[in-house]
C-alpha cells in the first residue's frame, strides 16, 4: 500500500474512533439513571475496544469497596451487586494506583482471581483496566475489559479506554449524586409515612372530667419517636366508647431503645398490646405480664421498651399502676409541696430476669391539687451547651411555680425550658410528657 493510502486507512480509523467516542459521550449524556449509565460504558469498552466483554466496579467510599452492578456474563446477587474489598485483584491494584493496568496474560498475574474462571466456565486471557475519576479527580470506579479479539491489549486500545474513561467517570459521578438525591427524597416520604402513622396512633382526644385535668403529647427528635403514650377512658372494664362516660383513665409510657423508625416500632407494638388486653378486659398485672413475655420474644438483642401503665380511678382518685424501667415517676404533692418517685417494678419489657413479678401492682392516691408527673429522659437529659443536665431540678422548677395552672400550660412550659436551657430547638432524646391533676 502506498505511504498516502497508509495514512488515509489511519485517519480514516481515527476519524472512526472520534465519531464513536462522541457518540457514547452523548449516550451519557442522555441519561443519569445509575444502571443505563453503566450499561452505556461497558458496551461501548466491549464494543469500541473490539473484546469479549466489559465490566464497571463502582467504588464505595463508605466502605471503601468496589461494587459490580452489572457486567457481561455475569450474574450478581440476590441483592443485585457484588462487593469486594477495594485493595483485591487487579480491580483493587488499578482502583489503589489510579493507573491503568494492561495484562497480555492474566494467568501469569499473581493478582489475578482464577475462581471466577473455574465458576463459571470462561476463559480470561487479556485484561486492560482502566480508573474512572471524576471532574475533581476523585475515583468513583474501575473499568476492566477482557480479551481483545487481536489478542492482546496495545497503546491504542489504551488510549481509546482512557478517552471513555473520562466521560464514563463524570456520567457516574452525575449519575451517583442524582440517584442520592432520589434515594434521600425517597427516605424523606417513607419517614414522613411513618411519622404520620405513629402520630395517629396517638389519642385525638383525652377523657374529661371535672375533677381531674389532663394534658399529654409526644415530640420526637427524629421524625419518628421511640417513645409513645396513650390516655383512653375505661367503663365497666374494657375500653369506653368516645360517647360513653368513663369510669377510669388509663394511662401508658413507654419509651423504647434508641430514637428513629425502628424504636418507634417497638414502642407502637407495646401500645398496640396494651390496648388490645384494655379492649379484653385484661387486669393490669396480667397486661404486664404478656407485653413482657411477647417484647422478649419479638425483640433483637439488647433491645427492650421501658413502661409504666397506670389505671385511674376516677371515683376514689386512686391509681393502680406498674413500672417496667420506667422513670422517674413522680406525684407531686400539693400540701407539703413534695415530690414523692414512683418506684419502678420490674426491669424493662423484653428482658427476662428472675426474681421479678409483673402482676404485683401498687396503688397511689392523689389528694386535691396533687400532679401525677410522667415525662421521658427527653426532659430530664436535655444537655446544656456547657453539658449540664436539666435534670429532675429544672422539672421541679416549673412544676412548683405553674402548680396553680391548667396541666397543659405546664406541659408546654416543661417544654420551653428545656429547650431554653439547650439553647435547641430540638432535644437530643424524645419528649414526651403526661400530665395528671386532681382538681379537687
Known amino acids: 500500500m502506498p505511504h498516502n493510502q497508509e495514512k488515509k486507512a489511519g485517519k480514516g480509523h481515527h476519524d472512526d474512533a472520534l465519531e464513536k467516542l462522541l457518540e457514547i459521550s452523548k449516550r451519557l449524556g442522555?441519561?443519569?439513571?445509575?444502571?443505563?449509565?453503566?450499561?452505556?460504558?461497558?458496551?461501548?469498552?466491549?464494543?469500541?475496544?473490539?473484546?469479549?466483554?466489559?465490566?464497571?466496579?463502582?467504588?464505595?467510599?463508605?466502605?471503601?469497596?468496589?461494587?459490580?452492578?452489572?457486567?457481561?456474563?455475569?450474574?450478581?446477587?440476590?441483592?443485585?451487586?457484588?462487593?469486594?474489598p477495594a485493595t483485591a485483584g487487579i480491580a483493587g491494584a488499578c482502583a489503589t494506583s489510579r493507573e491503568i493496568i494492561n495484562i497480555p496474560?492474566?494467568?501469569?498475574?499473581?493478582?489475578?482471581?482464577?475462581?471466577?474462571?473455574?465458576?463459571?466456565?470462561?476463559?480470561?486471557?487479556?485484561?486492560?483496566?482502566?480508573?474512572?475519576?471524576?471532574?475533581?479527580?476523585?475515583?468513583?470506579g474501575v473499568a476492566q475489559v477482557l480479551n481483545t479479539s487481536k489478542g492482546v491489549f496495545?497503546?491504542?486500545?489504551?488510549?481509546?479506554?482512557?478517552?471513555?474513561?473520562?466521560?464514563?467517570?463524570?456520567?457516574?459521578r452525575r449519575a451517583h449524586l442524582i440517584q442520592d438525591h432520589l434515594d434521600k427524597v425517597k427516605l424523606e416520604k417513607e419517614m414522613s409515612v411513618a411519622k404520620e402513622i405513629q402520630e395517629s396512633c396517638f389519642p385525638k382526644f383525652l377523657p374529661a372530667h371535672p375533677a381531674f385535668d389532663i394534658a399529654a403529647f409526644s415530640t420526637p427528635a427524629e421524625e419518628c419517636g421511640g417513645d409513645a403514650f396513650d390516655v383512653f377512658g375505661m367503663r365497666d372494664g374494657t375500653i369506653a366508647n368516645s360517647d360513653e362516660a368513663a369510669d377510669k383513665v388509663f394511662f401508658f409510657i413507654g419509651d423504647a431503645t434508641g430514637h428513629g423508625v425502628g424504636p418507634a416500632l417497638s414502642s407502637m407494638q407495646a401500645r398496640g398490646m396494651l390496648r388490645i388486653s384494655a379492649r379484653l378486659g385484661q387486669k393490669l398485672g396480667p397486661i404486664a405480664r404478656e407485653m413482657n413475655t411477647q417484647l422478649n420474644e419479638d425483640l433483637p438483642s439488647g433491645r427492650f421498651v421501658t413502661g409504666w401503665l397506670g389505671i385511674l380511678d376516677l371515683a376514689t382518685a386512686s391509681?393502680?399502676?406498674?413500672?417496667?424501667?420506667?422513670?422517674?415517676?413522680?406525684?407531686?404533692?400539693?400540701?407539703?409541696?413534695?415530690?414523692?418517685?414512683?418506684?419502678?417494678?420490674?426491669?424493662?419489657?423484653?428482658?427476662?430476669?428472675?426474681?421479678?413479678?409483673?402482676?404485683?401492682?401498687?396503688?397511689?392516691?392523689?389528694?386535691?391539687?396533687?400532679m401525677l408527673i410522667l415525662?421521658?429522659?427527653?426532659?430530664?437529659?436535655?444537655?446544656?451547651?456547657?453539658?449540664?443536665?436539666?435534670?429532675?431540678?429544672?422539672?421541679?422548677?416549673?412544676?412548683?411555680?405553674?402548680?396553680?395552672?391548667?396541666?397543659?400550660?405546664?406541659?408546654?412550659?416543661?417544654?420551653?425550658?428545656?429547650l431554653e436551657f439547650a439553647q435547641a430547638k430540638a432535644t437530643d432524646d424524645d419528649r414526651t410528657a403526661i400530665i395528671v391533676k386532681r382538681l379537687f
Open 375 to 418: 415525662i421521658t429522659d427527653g426532659y430530664y437529659e436535655a444537655m446544656s451547651p456547657t453539658q449540664t443536665l436539666w435534670s429532675e431540678h429544672g422539672v421541679f422548677e416549673v412544676i412548683r411555680r405553674l402548680k396553680d395552672e391548667s396541666a397543659d400550660a405546664i406541659r408546654q412550659e416543661l417544654d420551653r425550658c428545656s
Open 105 to 140: 496474560d492474566a494467568y501469569a498475574d499473581d493478582r489475578f482471581n482464577r475462581e471466577v474462571d473455574k465458576r463459571t466456565g470462561y476463559r480470561t486471557k487479556s485484561i486492560l483496566a482502566i480508573p474512572l475519576v471524576d471532574h475533581a479527580g476523585d475515583l468513583v
Open 154 to 172: 496495545d497503546l491504542s486500545d489504551e488510549q481509546l479506554g482512557s478517552g471513555i474513561a473520562s466521560q464514563a467517570g463524570i456520567a457516574l
Open 30 to 84: 442522555e441519561s443519569s439513571d445509575l444502571p443505563v449509565v453503566l450499561g452505556v460504558i461497558i458496551d461501548a469498552l466491549r464494543d469500541l475496544l473490539d473484546a469479549d466483554r466489559a465490566t464497571v466496579f463502582t467504588y464505595d467510599k463508605n466502605t471503601n469497596e468496589l461494587v459490580i452492578h452489572v457486567a457481561h456474563g455475569v450474574a450478581g446477587s440476590s441483592s443485585g451487586e457484588i462487593r469486594f
Open 319 to 370: 391509681i393502680e399502676c406498674f413500672s417496667a424501667g420506667q422513670g422517674p415517676v413522680y406525684v407531686y404533692r400539693r400540701e407539703k409541696d413534695h415530690f414523692e418517685e414512683i418506684d419502678s417494678d420490674a426491669p424493662p419489657f423484653g428482658i427476662l430476669m428472675p426474681g421479678f413479678s409483673y402482676e404485683e401492682t401498687r396503688i397511689v392516691e392523689l389528694g386535691a391539687g396533687d
